[in-house]
């Protein structure tokens, strides 16, 4: 060949950025398998299909190839990878060595590309592209040549929608690939496909999704499939283009499956090189017979095939009847299960209850997986995790109940009329501060009504104060199995991060230790107010209620007997009075209590001037165990006997005051049983004489009905207003003591455990009208809820070390505040069917609205508007490193009490369920435990002490299923730890009642644990310490234990640095 010397030595001379690619190589010519000569440095030039070899970098060109009509052979050896460069002439091949692995396989990549054949098929490659491009655009552009009638008869949308099922998924399809071709025969290739979209409106590729990485075959069956959510826009003219991968270092590659746009392909130094790419229409694979199409995959340019793609497309509902032996030898290395994400809501009971759950859960995401069982059979189970409004709504009514039960009681303070200097400046000091902090719950609540992002808080937010009460990651994580030859079953387990005041922190520890400390404190108060037990200011609260609840009733039903007496109706008298009767009942019941009496002579004292005719301390206070029991008390009685004496009071008053409601109720009775007697007998004489209307009226010698029980049910008002004027200021001068002796801490503590009792709740009502909905059609199920209530189980894996052990205590409390929360179930009278609270913070009643088809299934005691009660329980082990620091150097007293004490309460549910239900209600499993062996194991590992044992979780979890039982796992911030305790237990239920192939275990364990099949974490969520994932980000300040105990010294430097760096922090 003849060529210009001097061009080419001026080409080999010029600026380094004018070359395709340039560096240093060792190079030598080999005949067969011999070198030549050994391998010498040279430095190398491409520029096109010319390659230059040069002594250095600054030396003329001494050797220059014409890389046409021959191929590389790459070698790869434990050392490095070397490249022979063969020619089709004969002549000696070509030894290229590059000082790294990426540098060689670079280089590859470089001068495989360097050839007038592979421009040739780029250039055909190019043009195929446009030419469908150009098809795409025909029909676009037509159209705009069209009169305006008949563009608009063509409708909308403009393209071919894909058939589909109501609230399934529009397109899924799985893949696997045949014969990919390698760099050399040698390599092992580790594959993973990439999903892009091109939307026929836009011409716009989108990267969509990609599968998971198989390793070590070059026919890959690819257990990821792809999904195409309801709301996705996907039409039959639209494109997707799949692009092969092989993974050269997999640690280094991360596959993010979220939608970004794909402008170029991935370089080839990040660890993965590109295989071969290919692209179809769905219409194509939706309108195939065998619903499969088989494409051939080609390099970049178009040119070299580099293997096949089989593309199935998958049907949800179907179950594989197959064997699973004809793949079993393909998946041997293979590490994941079918799985493929959709966004379809899915519920065992039917289409009816779409709506009552998609107005609870919202952003669904599922995913598809398909196991062998032990008998060679498939098994499908679809896993779900869904976010819910609850997370934002259950708080902000919850807020607002506070807010308004702050308002009465503070007008309650002020109705307490005049009081002494002293009790004037204390009620003064009490409004300010609860003034304050009714300020602070309406700003929260404004700003939350602002909040239009997400519908639950990440774990990166829980320090905000805006969004303190809402939990953090609160989500349902549903398993559906589709088994063979078991009846499909679903498992609930209700994931969010543990209930704490994470903003206020736990410097001083969480609510459990506060209360405490705040209870004894406020015991030797007694000097500035009077003391009253926690009990005796929750009965105050219920009585205040039970006054707000029930005069109005009883106004109400008063109205009604007159109203029916003015008609002259019997019937409808007698029911008025007998409901009448009923809550008046109720009402004089209220104030039996001793706490009223003691009240009132205590708000006697504090009034500017008062007599007493007897001691202070009021006499039946010892006799009946009193409420007024600390010693300081007599001594503030004495300490107001220095107010001037104005009037006397007399303690026998309340009790005559008290007494004339129930004797006007029975006025009332009487005289309504007189006016229905004589309309009795004047009923008979009417029948036996046929008297005129004239005689009629004659005969009602009481006169008009109306007027003779008009000053009855007037006087009963006038009595009971005055029992609710005494009795709602005795009960406020109770709440003014238990806010006067612990001002500010009362209230502070109050919002610490709101805010744990808001996060606790949201879940519980998540997890309430869950259970609720999938076990519409389980009588046995409906019958335990309302004659025994539900379990709630709740697994803590919070360590009792460092802040987590406040966290855990704060927990401890809101679990144990939800037993004051009842359930109301209603039939829905609107298309909204979120819950509505009402109550005070000792009592709530939480009622769920279902549709009338739904509501129509429930017993009659529950339609009836029976209170359904909660039974939860607590148990807690700790799992990470810093558990491992509270066993050998901390105390792990905490979490043994609190497994200890939910022990009891579990034994009594347990005990409870016995005694009123038959044991058929209960759900059948294959794994036959009997309950109380199982309680008796529980209660062994509780008493046994054992480090990080966590039999005691699985046990409490097994128990609770078998109990019809509503299943919480909790951790910081319900992401690590969470996830592997859920996907562990998910797994085990597989293994113990679905028969899942015990070769398979793990495989399924690492398939719901794959970060590449979940996507990507956000970079933003900071990942908890303590995780057991595969790369397991380090502690903060915490190093690893097994290293500290090596030596003595190193632990003493790690504990003055940990200390330093803690200081630090709270400072």
């Known amino acids: 060949m003849r060529f210009n010397t001097k061009d080419l030595a001026s080409l080999a001379r010029r600026p380094s950025g004018c070359f395709d690619k340039e560096g240093k190589l060792k190079i030598c010519r080999v005949v067969g398998d011999e070198k030549l000569i050994e391998p010498r440095e040279r430095w190398c030039r491409l520029k096109g299909n010319l390659l230059f070899l040069m002594k250095n970098k600054s030396s003329e060109a001494s050797e220059v190839l014409i890389l046409e009509r021959c191929w590389i052979v790459e070698f790869r050896s434990k050392t490095g990878v070397s490249i022979v ?282 995913k598809l997986y398909r196991f062998p069982t032990s008998d060679n059979k498939w098994m499908r189970i679809r896993e779900q995790m869904a976010e819910t409004t609850l997370s934002f709504h259950v708080p902000k009514e919850l807020i607002n109940l506070h807010i308004k039960e702050d308002m009465r009681r503070n007008q309650e303070l002020k109705d307490l009329g005049e009081l002494a200097p002293h009790w004037d400046n204390m ?185 007493l005719k007897q001691p202070a301390v009021p006499r039946n206070s010892a006799e009946e165990g009193g409420d007024l029991q600390h010693q300081d008390h007599p001594s503030q009685i004495k300490r107001q006997d220095s107010i001037p004496h104005h009037s006397e009071y007399d303690e026998e008053e309340w009790d005559r005051v008290w007494a004339n409601v129930g004797k006007s109720l029975n006025c009332v009775i009487a005289m309504v049983d007189r006016l229905l007697e004589k309309d009795n007998i004047s009923n008979i004489k009417e029948g036996e004489n046929d008297p005129s209307a004239a005689d009629c009226k004659v005969l009602h010698t009481g006169g008009d009905w109306y007027e003779q029980l008009y000053p009855l049910v007037i006087t009963l008002k006038d009595c009971m207003g005055e029992v609710v004027t005494r009795a709602k200021q005795s009960m406020a001068f109770v709440l003014l003591q238990e806010l006067a002796c612990g001002l500010p801490q009362c209230l502070m503590l109050t919002l610490r455990r709101d805010i744990v009792f808001s996060q606790a709740l949201a879940g519980l009502v998540c997890g309430f009208i869950i259970k609720l909905h999938t076990g519409l059609h389980d009588q046995g199920f409906l019958q335990q809820l309302h004659t025994v209530g539900l379990l709630v189980q709740y697994e803590g894996l919070l360590s009792t070390y460092s802040e987590e052990a406040g966290m855990l205590e704060d927990m401890a409390v809101g679990i144990s505040d939800l037993q004051k929360v009842m359930f109301k179930v209603i039939e829905a009278k609107s298309e909204d069917f979120l819950p509505v609270i009402t109550g005070r913070r000792e009592h709530y009643v939480i009622e769920v609205q279902l549709p009338a088809k739904m509501f129509e299934l429930l017993p009659q005691e529950i339609k009836q508007g029976k209170l359904l009660r909660m039974y939860p329980v607590l148990f807690n082990v700790g799992i990470n490193e810093q558990q491992t620091l509270a066993e050998r150097f901390g105390d792990t007293t905490l979490q043994e009490n609190i497994n200890q004490e939910n022990l009891e309460l579990l034994k009594e549910y347990y005990k409870l369920f016995t005694e009123k239900m038959p044991p058929d209600c209960l759900p059948h499993f294959q794994e036959q435990n009997d309950l109380k062996g199982l309680l008796e194991n529980l209660h062994q590992n509780i008493q046994a002490k054992k480090r990080k044992n966590v039999e005691i979780v699985w046990l409490a979890a097994m128990i609770c299923r078998k109990l019809n039982g509503v299943r919480f796992t909790c951790c910081k911030s319900a992401k690590d730890r969470t996830s592997m305790s859920v996907t562990l237990e998910q797994c085990s239920i597989l293994r113990d009642e679905h028969q899942l192939h015990k070769d398979f275990f ?56 940990s200390l330093a760096l803690l200081l630090a922090k709270y400072q």
């Open 85 to 366: 460069l063969k020619f089709q002439s004969g002549e000696p091949d070509l030894y290229l060595e590059a000082a790294s692995k990426p540098d060689c396989e670079s280089w590859a990549v470089a001068l495989g590309q360097a050839n007038s054949e592979g421009l040739r098929n780029k250039i055909q490659q190019l043009r195929r592209l446009i030419m469908e491009i150009k098809e795409e655009r025909s029909s676009d552009e037509a159209r705009q040549f069209l009169p305006s009638s008949q563009v608009d008869s063509l409708g909308e949308p403009q393209f071919t929608s894909i058939q589909r099922i109501a609230n399934e998924p529009k397109l899924e399809f799985s893949l696997a690939c045949k014969d990919l071709a390698a760099a050399t025969r040698d390599r092992k290739l580790n594959t993973f496909i990439q999903v892009s979209v091109v939307h026929p409106a836009e011409h716009i590729l989108t990267r969509y999704s990609s599968t998971e990485i198989v390793e070590g075959t070059r026919d890959p069956l690819f257990l990821t499939g792809v999904t195409f959510p309801p709301e996705y826009p996907i039409y039959e003219e639209t494109k997707i283009k799949l692009t092969v991968y092989d993974v050269k270092d997999k640690s280094q590659d991360t596959v993010r499956t979220s939608v970004l746009p794909d402008h170029k392909e991935p370089r080839a130094d990040v660890g993965r090189s590109f295989l071969g790419c290919t692209t179809f229409r769905v219409g194509d694979l939706v309108k195939s017979k065998e619903q499969q199409l088989t494409l051939t995959l080609r390099t970049s340019d178009g040119g070299r095939t580099v293997g096949t793609i089989e593309v199935n497309l998958v049907k949800m509902g179907e179950l594989e009847d197959g064997e699973t032996d004809h793949i079993t030898t393909d998946t041997q290395d293979q590490k994941c299960a079918l799985v493929r994400e959709c966004t379809a809501t899915e519920g065992v009971s039917g289409k009816d209850n779409l709506p009552s759950l998609n107005a609870v859960l919202k952003n669904p995401i599922c």
């Open 427 to 611: 009620r003064k000091s009490v409004i300010a501060h609860c003034d304050q902090m009714l300020s602070m719950y309406q700003d929260t609540l404004a700003e939350l009504g602002k909040h239009a992002g997400s519908s639950f808080k990440s774990s990166c937010s829980k320090g905000e104060k805006t969004l303190e009460f809402i939990p953090i990651n609160l989500h349902l994580q549903r398993m559906h199995v589709h088994s063979p030859r078991l009846k499909d079953a679903l498992y609930d387990v209700i994931t969010v991060g543990a209930p704490a005041a994470h903003f206020q922190g736990f410097k001083n520890g969480g609510l459990r230790k506060l209360l405490s400390k705040f209870e004894a404190e406020r015991r030797n108060t007694g000097y500035q107010c009077i003391y009253y037990s926690p009990e005796n200011t929750a009965k105050a609260k219920e009585v205040l209620s039970n006054i707000n609840h029930l005069q109005p009733l009883i106004s109400s039903h008063a109205d009604l007997l007159l109203n029916s007496a003015s008609q002259h109706s019997p019937d409808s008298l007698k029911n008025s009075l007998k409901m009448l009767s009923e809550k008046t009942e109720l009402f004089v019941h209220a104030f039996k209590d001793q706490l009223v009496r003691s009240a009132l002579l205590a708000l006697y004292t504090a009034r500017p001037g008062c007599v």
């Open 1002 to 1057: 793990i495989r399924a364990l690492d398939c719901m644990r794959s970060r590449q099949t979940q996507g990507a974490l956000n970079e933003s969520d900071d990942p908890e310490t303590g995780c057991l994932t595969d790369n397991k980000p380090t502690s903060r300040h915490f190093y690893p234990v097994a290293l500290l105990l090596v030596s003595s010294h190193l632990l003493v430097v790690w504990l003055i640095l």
